[in-house]
């Protein structure tokens, strides 16, 4: 069974390689959690997305631009024993 430091490093890795790199601004680890039955880590990713028009303009002012409700929340499933990323869904915060 891979560690908890190596799931989040693979759903890390795994939501740079779906979305842009360009376009993930202050990537955070929010929640970390083994499943019940131990086969998967289910993870939360948070990030600030800009447009590469932000990115190009200024990333100072872009993040001046932003607040904490711009963040957007994914939880990423990792199977605990490879270490293979198998989800990415929007995780709602409640």
């Known amino acids: 069974m891979i560690d908890v430091k190596e799931a989040v490093k693979k759903a890390l890795d795994y939501v740079s390689s779906v979305i842009p ?3 993930l601004i202050d990537p955070r680890l929010e929640e970390v959690e083994l499943s019940e039955n131990e086969k998967t880590w289910l993870i939360t990713i948070s990030f600030i997305r800009i447009t590469p028009k932000q990115y190009l303009h200024s990333l100072a002012s872009a993040m001046q ?23 990415m869904k929007i995780r709602q915060l409640v």
Do not use: F, I, N, W
């Open 21 to 23: 790199v360009e376009a």
């Open 65 to 87: 631009e932003v607040t904490q409700s711009d963040r957007e929340y994914k939880l990423v499933t990792v199977d605990a024993e490879t270490g293979r990323p198998l989800s």
